[in-house]
Nanobody
Framework: QVQLVESGGGLVQAGASLRLSCAASGRTFSSYAMGWFRQAPGKEREFVATICWSSTYSYYTDSVKGRFTISRANAKSTVYLQMNSLKPEDAAVYYC???????????????WGQGTQVTVSA
């Protein structure tokens, strides 16, 4: 298992940008596919983005395409989520996750961080 710690959340106005980071420790980071999920109050955890171990493939949920970018730096054991043009509906706790392969369902990922809060004011 790999241990994950997210950072970079905060309170921003609509239209602003944030970059989330997720630092990994433990087993070899570069062997994992990584994902970002989010969960708003009263809602289920939803998929945001995922990236394979080599960064060759990445996928996004439709609502963030063109605004969010997932990337990773294997040498730093870190995955990022650059979020631009934030909207109030993007507000949620954002979680990073690690798993053996690309996936969009939470069950595809075996390790999770504790989450970081993103709040977007209108």
């Amino acid at each position: 298992q790999v241990q994950l710690v997210e950072s970079g959340g905060g309170l921003v106005q609509a239209g602003a940008s944030l970059r989330l980071s997720c630092a990994a420790s433990g087993r070899t980071f570069s062997s994992y596919a990584m994902g970002w999920f989010r969960q708003a109050p009263g809602k289920e955890r939803e998929f945001v983005a995922t990236i394979c171990w080599s960064s060759t493939y990445s996928y996004y949920t439709d609502s963030v395409k063109g605004r969010f970018t997932i990337s990773r730096a294997n040498a730093k054991s870190t995955v990022y989520l650059q979020m631009n043009s934030l909207k109030p509906e993007d507000a949620a706790v954002y979680y990073c996750a690690a798993g053996p392969a690309l996936g969009t369902a939470p069950k595809a990922f075996t390790s999770w961080g504790q989450g970081t809060q993103v709040t977007v004011s209108a």
